[in-house]
Structure formats: structure tokens, C-alpha cells
């Protein structure tokens, strides 16, 4: 399989019943990062940057895991993991635009991440958006 579909079962992980705004939203992410040239920081492949950047992928739920099977639980599972498909291949493609960032996070993990010092720094990235309860940062 493609890597257009590595990464369509991660955003299907992620976001499986979520609006295909928030799988933009993951999928720009992946993306974003293998641009980004910080490889040291999310890895050097999408394989990687998968594995090390997303908890569906190295933790598999069971979305993950239908879609790495192509066997679905319902057909609402799989035309959203065939939405994603199309959608992740328009952004390799570039005809379909990526949000900006490298970092989501819903709202009520910011606050918790916010009191935990140590764990991700929000001084050192900008907020460019958000989507449905999400915020997305970049450097």
C-alpha cells in the first residue's frame, strides 16, 4: 500500500467520526511535519513521523485497525476512511490546501498541558488556528 494510504489510516485513527475538517486538519499535520525539515523532532520518513507523532498509529485503536484491515465495522466507517483517502491524496497532490501547523491539540488538553510545565511549551509555538474544538500551533 501507498503511503497515501499509510497516512489516510492514521487520520482514520485519529479522527474516525470527526468532521473531514478535523481529518484536514490531522492529515495537514502529518504533512506539515515531513516539510518541515525538523526530522530529529518528528522523524525522517512519514512512517516515522507517524509512528512517533500519533497515538492511534503507535497505540492502534480500533478505527487504526479496521482501516489497516480494510475491514469495516459499518459502511458510515468506510466512506469516511474512503473521504479521507481522497482527501489526504488532494493534499499530496496540492490541489486540495493543507491548514497550516504542526501541533493540534483539543482545548481541554491545552489547559492541562498549560499547568504541566515540561511537557510541550507554548511560548515557543504560535497558535494558527483551530478547528471544531482544536487548536493548531506552529513554530
Given at each position: 500500500?501507498?503511503?497515501?494510504?499509510?497516512?489516510?489510516?492514521?487520520?482514520?485513527?485519529?479522527?474516525?467520526?470527526?468532521?473531514?475538517?478535523?481529518?484536514?486538519?490531522?492529515?495537514?499535520?502529518?504533512?506539515?511535519?515531513?516539510?518541515?525539515?525538523?526530522?530529529?523532532?518528528?522523524?525522517?520518513?512519514?512512517?516515522?513521523?507517524?509512528?512517533?507523532g500519533y497515538y492511534a498509529v503507535s497505540n492502534p485503536n480500533e478505527?487504526?485497525?479496521?482501516?489497516?484491515s480494510m475491514k469495516f465495522k459499518s459502511k458510515e466507517s468506510e466512506?469516511?476512511?474512503?473521504?479521507?483517502?481522497?482527501?489526504?491524496?488532494?493534499?499530496?497532490?496540492?490541489?486540495?490546501?493543507?491548514y497550516p501547523g504542526l501541533f493540534y491539540f483539543n482545548n481541554k488538553?491545552?489547559?492541562?498541558?498549560?499547568?504541566?510545565?515540561?511537557?510541550?511549551?507554548?511560548?515557543?509555538?504560535?497558535?494558527?488556528?483551530?478547528?471544531?474544538?482544536?487548536?493548531?500551533?506552529?513554530?
Amino acid at each position: 500500500m501507498g503511503i497515501e494510504v499509510e497516512i489516510a489510516k492514521a487520520v482514520h485513527g485519529e479522527g474516525a467520526g470527526a468532521s473531514k475538517e478535523f481529518r484536514k486538519m490531522v492529515a495537514s499535520t502529518i504533512l506539515n511535519r515531513a516539510d518541515s525539515g525538523r526530522g530529529k523532532e518528528f522523524g525522517e520518513s512519514i512512517p516515522e513521523i507517524l509512528t512517533k507523532g500519533y497515538y492511534a498509529v503507535s497505540n492502534p485503536n480500533e478505527p487504526y485497525k479496521e482501516a489497516s484491515s480494510m475491514k469495516f465495522k459499518s459502511k458510515e466507517s468506510e466512506n469516511s476512511f474512503k473521504e479521507t483517502l481522497q482527501l489526504v491524496s488532494g493534499m499530496m497532490k496540492g490541489t486540495i490546501k493543507r491548514y497550516p501547523g504542526l501541533f493540534y491539540f483539543n482545548n481541554k488538553e491545552i489547559t492541562k498541558l498549560k499547568k504541566t510545565p515540561g511537557v510541550f511549551d507554548f511560548k515557543k509555538v504560535q497558535d494558527v488556528g483551530g478547528v471544531d474544538n482544536f487548536r493548531v500551533f506552529d513554530y
